[in-house]
């Protein structure tokens, strides 16, 4: 059921921020919709670059931690997934 699988994803993100931290990824925060759109998860990582992302992407998925926290999880809890990489534009506070 799609609530209760949202339910673990954000769990299962919770238990992995020390391990994007051990990569050196910076997470800027993750939200869950209130109003809107509902059952949306969205979290947003930093990263200096295409290369530095592939760099520390690389590190988190080697991380034995990680795979001990899906497999704890059970089955990888997706709902749906999608990737977008953004550039700040020249007056934005996060740079």
Avoid: C
């Avoid at 993100?13 to 910076?26: C, D, E, Q, S, T």
């Avoid at 869950?32 to 979290?43: D, E, P, R, V, W």
């Avoid at 809890?77 to 953004?86: R, V």
Wanted: proline share 6%; net charge positive.
């Amino acid at each position: 059921d799609r609530p209760q699988r949202r339910r673990v994803l954000v769990d299962m993100m919770g238990k992995l921020m020390p391990v994007f931290a051990n990569a050196g990824i910076r997470v800027v925060g993750l939200w869950t919709t209130i109003a809107g759109l509902s059952g949306k998860f969205i979290y947003l990582l930093e990263f200096e670059s295409l290369a530095d992302r592939e760099k520390k992407w690389t590190k988190f998925i080697q991380d034995p931690e990680l795979h001990r926290i899906i497999a704890e999880a059970g089955e990888y809890p997706t709902i749906a997934e999608s990737n977008e990489f953004f550039q700040p534009t020249s007056y934005s506070p996060l740079k």
